[in-house]
């Protein structure tokens, strides 16, 4: 009975102990008149955990060091100016929060991860901050457990790409939400490196390199994103159990450019994704075990191409919509499946029909007509592709199949297209038009398919 007693006193002389603390939390004011301290770090020095650092608008010069549990927060958008070297918030405490701020002039070492902010702790909130002028933006140092919320960032455009660092750079670092940021001029929208259990959503990344630079990372969940005006959108490497869902890749272009890239993955889902206007829709190499549903692959120069070393993925419910070369294989055939529960995918060439009124089309498709697929294996025969000569063997091999191609074929297809459950989000750059008569053309060309596939064919 009186161990009970010492005990139960322990823990409520604890618990007051903990509330007292919590309670007499202070808030420091750094800025402005009457004001206790002029500079930030003097006021981070001071602070206790908990405590609740406040700066006022103004200019800040010094790199900060937040070695304790606190809240730094900027009122009326203060701007912290780094000394040019380092990271101009580095944060080895976890469980801070860092808001409201303007963070500007990191170093430019890249080996050293100088930063706008450099997390090397975990369960910290760093929300709504404006970064610029900074070599890599947030950067994760094995830190976990993170909130990153309605950043922008945006990198040294007058450096060449390779000199850049990443807007959000992840190394190590799992099981963190990252959510409505917005990244331009960096080397990497976001850089994720050994990280598994992210959930990313809602980011906006235009300007760089790669929108999405990711390998060795298994689990991670990709939502609302928006990849354009990039050399690539994303590639994917070297990770398994990916969930992509209702992302944009737009206007992806320049040398060897792709919306998405996959190499050496397995057992991925990707489905409502918009993938238009890019070089190369989606690159497949080493690809396993995927399931592509639902997506609108639209008015690229190649919708897909893909190594016959990629093994027993699905295409089904897919848009395939004026692209100039809908499939290109890499070496003779591929294990794909192109439908599944008796669905194919809604192809803009497709110029089959449909008596039976089931929406399946009569006539299998033949994805790659004999031209296509010498393409894929001699890229330089690209030039003739809309050639007379190209077409003249196109109606060839139809009329008389005796060219050996590229097996791959629907023997489903879709008459109609398949409805979107989400709206095409439009990256507020100039591609706006681009992507409107993009739509457009696409539009009107799946409503010419349609009519013509309801009408039986005279014979």
């Given at each position: ?17 903990i ?73 080895t ?59 922008q ?11 850049r660092?990443?807007g ?26 050994s ?20 390998m ?7 939502e ?15 990770s ?17 450019s ?10 991925l ?34 919708a ?11 295409f089904s ?50 994805i790659?007509?004999v ?52 709206a ?25 398919v ?6 039986p064919?005279?014979?």
């Amino acid at each position: 009975m009186t161990r009970w007693f010492h005990l139960k006193s322990g823990a409520i002389c604890l618990a007051l102990v903990i509330g007292g603390s919590s309670a007499t939390a202070a808030t420091l004011v750094v800025g402005g008149p009457g004001s206790e301290f002029q500079t930030v770090q003097a006021a981070i020095d001071v602070a206790q955990p908990g405590d609740v650092v406040q700066v006022r608008a103004g200019t800040y010069t010094g790199n900060l060091i937040i070695n304790k549990q606190i809240t730094l927060e900027g009122i009326d958008r203060p701007r912290l100016r780094g000394e040019g070297f380092g990271s101009v918030i580095t944060v080895t405490a976890d469980g801070c929060l860092l808001k409201g701020l303007v963070i500007e002039h990191s170093g430019g070492d890249l080996t050293r991860e100088d930063s706008g902010v450099l997390l090397k702790s975990s369960k910290n909130h760093v929300l709504n901050n404006e970064l610029h002028d900074v070599l890599y933006g947030i950067y994760l140092f094995s830190s976990h457990g993170n909130v990153l919320r309605g950043n922008q960032m945006r990198g040294r455009a007058e450096l060449e790409l390779g000199g850049r660092g990443a807007g959000l750079h992840l190394w190590n670092s799992p099981d963190n939400i990252i959510e409505d940021n917005i990244v331009s001029d960096m080397r990497d929208g976001l850089y994720v490196q050994s990280c598994n259990g992210n959930q990313i959503r809602r980011n906006r990344v235009s300007n760089v390199r790669y929108g999405l630079h990711y390998m060795f990372s298994d689990r991670n969940v990709f939502e609302d994103n928006v990849f354009s005006n990039n050399i690539a959108g994303a590639a994917i490497m070297y990770s398994s159990q990916i969930e992509f869902r209702r992302n944009t890749f737009v206007h992806n272009r320049g040398f060897s450019s792709f919306g998405i890239l996959f190499q050496e993955c397995n057992e991925l889902v990707a489905e409502d994704n918009f993938i238009v206007d890019n070089a190369t829709g989606i690159f497949m190499e080493a690809l396993r075990k995927t399931t592509f549903r639902r997506n609108t692959i639209a008015n690229n120069d190649v919708a897909l191409q893909m190594f016959s070393s990629s093994d027993a993925n699905v295409f089904s419910e897919n848009n395939f919509i004026g692209n100039l070369s809908p499939l290109q294989v890499i070496g003779k055939n591929t294990t794909t499946r192109w439908s599944q529960n008796g669905l194919g995918n809604f192809w803009s060439h497709y110029d089959g029909y449909d008596l039976n009124h089931d929406g399946n089309g009569d006539v299998p498709l033949k994805i790659q007509n004999v031209f296509e697929y010498m393409e894929g294996n001699y890229p330089r025969l690209r030039i003739y592709l809309e050639s007379p000569a190209a077409r003249a063997l196109s109606v060839a091999e139809k009329a008389f199949p005796v060219f050996t191609g590229s097996p791959e074929t629907d023997n489903a297809p879709l008459i109609k297209p398949v409805p979107m459950r989400f709206a095409l989000t439009t990256p507020t750059t100039s591609t706006n038009r681009t992507l409107m008569l993009a739509s457009l053309c696409s539009m009107i060309l799946g409503a010419i398919v349609i009519r013509k596939g309801q009408r039986p064919r005279r014979r």
